[in-house]
């Protein structure tokens, strides 16, 4: 398997159908997700993905859904920074 560089994995927490697409902290403090999409064929998924992309100014391309396709908490696989990067981006992001 070739080595693709540092990568780090982002819990969120996912609100579909929602007015406005940001980033902010959930009340349990992860990191909270919000987009207009509906939960329907992947779409929201979709939309989560490029949400945190452009919330935290990465290309999209760095982004993959690890885990929780299905659910309103995924996991979310960063690659080309390591998780002080990643957590630095996610404050900034949150400013």
Do not use: F, W, Y
């Amino acid at each position: 398997m070739k080595d693709s560089g540092p990568s780090a994995v982002l819990e969120v927490m996912v609100k579909p159908r929602s007015s406005r697409e940001c980033l902010e902290r959930a009340p349990d403090g992860t990191l909270q997700v919000r987009v207009s999409a509906a939960p329907v064929d992947g779409c929201a998924n979709d939309a989560v993905l490029k949400t945190l992309a452009s919330g935290l100014k990465l290309r999209r391309a760095q982004l993959s859904l690890e885990r929780g396709h299905s659910s309103r908490r995924k996991h979310v696989r960063v690659t080309g920074i390591g998780p002080e990067e990643l957590e630095a981006l996610v404050a900034a992001a949150l400013k």
